[in-house]
């Protein structure tokens, strides 16, 4: 590393983006836009952006293509050709003799100057980087304007190690690039273990996050810079795509000082929440270039959020609500659901599902004879729906969003290939009580949702006068019963001395073991919960492991 002459001021651009993952020549292309707009009308020295920014986040076995490593080198030259007048830092995959490692370099004047590895790999959770990447082992520290800025990869600055490492080797500001997902809370998690290592080191820093939806995985931005002290002195705003300069300065005794900037205030968990789902929505839907989205509204409040969602993430234009009654449909389902959809603007239409289903139950008369009406007559009216919506999706090119939550998948309480079929779930993690908040709070920014939508008893209107709570245990209880067993592992006795009831955890621990094969079937969904169904929450379908007291039934399909 060439020495450079101290400088009085270092402004670093912070790049909070948005990538498609595997489009390499395009994020190169993204990349050289941002660097030339901060350099020459934002007058940055350096411009930083996220982790493997250059192949997006999450690559996953696109890393095991050797055609992938050829785009990233390309790309990495193009990149570094293209950029001269500016510093820039990036996150890309390196592969280096026959090892691959999570890398950050510093380009410079249509080169390489530094590279560092990224040490810490997470393999938890949604993370699974151990399959891919070695682990680097020393630490990187760059001049830049005069200013030594040590560079780290976001589970660097998680544990106490590589961040000390940087500073031992002269750094006194921190660059952490990263690609850290969102889960409800997170905002708060990274800022004490951002704190933890500034307070150990003394040393201000630099976090800088992608912004934007992969699959399940939705991404929050929120970069901000940390004094020396442990005060965010400035912050980009959540969920936006930005590119903010944050200043830095010299003391007399050679620290870096951060100049304080704007500090975007935090947004409310339910604001949070929302905003993460119709990110999740939107990018899925245009990166996967649908024409739009379908939904089946059947006057309930789940199919109800789900609209307002896709409405928020795509406009009115690009949606349209099918209401597909059955003889159980009550009168006020089709007029609550024709009531949000013109309150939304979406092309709205009623399909009666009643010839298909007459149709579906004359062809199994000889099949069903002798035998009593129950859950398999409910199940074809969702599949009559969910062949409706899916011909619909078929001859318009617009994605089937599906509009369960995550009490009803926890337990089955959903139809294979009925409401389950679609393309995208939006509030698959969302319980159903925070469904109920969800509304609420879309309804305090312009009330699309029926009040009575929000008060009736839902049900699923597969059955005379049928509710949820006939099957189910009230919402309340049940989802504080499912966010012990499946966001915090707690066993069913640890549940019980809790003071639920015995026979109520044991059912409800028993339907969420003998689920797992429908959870397999269902389409991907925002993540939005610290432990979502999917990469994030992994159990085999078979299994003879029995945590409900023998209650594990073999074999059949759950209700609905």
Same mark, same amino acid.
């Given at each position: ?67 992938? &490593? ?41 080169? %390489? !100057? ?28 760059? =001049? ?12 660097? %600055? ?21 690609? =850290? ?82 500090? =975007? ?29 379908? %939904?089946?509204? =059947? ?51 009623? %399909? ?58 926890? !337990? ?113 969904? !925002? ?32 209700? &609905?």
């Amino acid at each position: 590393m060439g020495r450079r002459a101290v400088s009085e001021s270092l402004r670093i651009a912070m790049a909070q983006l948005d990538f498609l993952v595997g489009d390499v020549a395009g994020n190169a292309e993204r990349m050289i836009a941002a660097a030339t707009r901060a350099r020459t009308a934002l007058g940055a020295d350096c411009v930083v952006f996220p982790e493997l920014a250059l192949t997006g986040y999450p690559p996953e076995d696109l890393l095991l293509r050797p055609a992938m &490593n050829e785009r990233i080198r390309a790309g990495l030259d193009r990149l570094a050709r293209e950029t001269r007048g500016i510093d820039v830092i990036v996150g890309y995959p390196r592969l280096h003799g026959d090892q691959l490692y999570n890398a950050a370099s510093l380009l410079r004047d249509g080169g %390489i !100057v530094a590279t560092y590895h990224k040490q810490l790999l997470p393999n938890y959770s949604v993370f699974d980087e151990k399959r891919y990447f070695v682990a680097g082992a020393e630490p990187c520290v760059v =001049s830049i304007k005069g200013f030594p800025v040590g560079l780290t990869v976001c589970e660097d %600055i998680w544990q106490p190690g590589p961040v000390e490492q940087c500073v031992d080797a002269g750094a006194r500001l921190i660059v952490n690039i990263n690609a =850290s997902p969102f889960h409800l809370g997170k905002r708060a998690e990274r800022e004490t273990a951002l704190r933890a290592r500034v307070l150990a080191t003394r040393v201000p820093m630099l976090y800088l996050n992608l912004v934007g939806g992969q699959d399940e995985l939705v991404f929050d931005g929120e970069s901000f810079v940390m004094d020396a002290a442990g005060a965010v002195t400035q912050r980009v705003t959540a969920w936006e795509q930005e590119i903010v300069v944050a200043e830095f300065r010299l003391d007399a005794d050679g620290r870096v000082i951060p100049v304080p900037g704007d500090v =975007s205030p935090p947004l409310s968990d339910d604001a949070s929440l929302y905003r993460a789902i119709v990110l999740g929505v939107r990018d899925y839907i245009d990166k996967n270039r649908f024409s739009g989205a379908v %939904i089946g509204l =059947s006057g309930g409040v789940d199919s109800a959020l789900t609209l307002a969602i896709a409405v928020d993430a795509l406009g009115p234009a690009r949606v349209e609500a099918v209401m597909m009654p059955s003889r159980y449909t009550a009168d006020m389902s089709w007029e609550d659901a024709q009531a949000e959809a013109a309150a939304l603007g979406v092309d709205y239409r009623m %399909i009666p599902i009643e010839p298909a289903f007459e149709a579906f139950l004359a062809m199994l008369r000889g099949e069903f004879a002798g035998m009593r009406v129950d859950t398999a007559e409910e199940n074809i009216q969702a599949r009559c729906r969910g062949v409706i919506l899916m011909a619909i999706s078929n001859k318009k090119g617009k994605i089937v969003l599906t509009t369960g939550n995550k009490s009803e998948l926890a !337990v089955g309480y959903a139809t294979l290939y009925g409401d389950m079929a679609g393309g995208y779930a939006p509030i698959k993690d969302v319980p159903k009580t925070l469904v109920y908040r969800l509304a609420r709070y879309r309804n305090a920014l312009a009330a699309v949702i029926p009040e009575r939508v929000l008060t009736r008893a839902p049900s699923a209107e597969l059955a005379p006068d049928q509710k949820d709570e006939d099957s189910l245990p009230p919402y309340p209880v049940l989802d504080a019963i499912l966010e012990r067993y499946i966001e915090r592992d707690m066993a069913a006795e640890e549940i019980i001395a809790e003071g639920f009831e015995a026979a109520t955890v044991m059912r409800c621990v028993a339907l969420v073991n003998r689920n797992e094969y429908k959870r397999r079937q269902a389409p991907p969904g !925002v993540r939005v919960s610290r432990r979502a169904f999917g990469r994030d929450r992994r159990y085999p379908i078979t299994s003879g492991f029995d945590d409900a007291g023998g209650a594990r039934r073999r074999g059949g399909e759950s209700p &609905n």
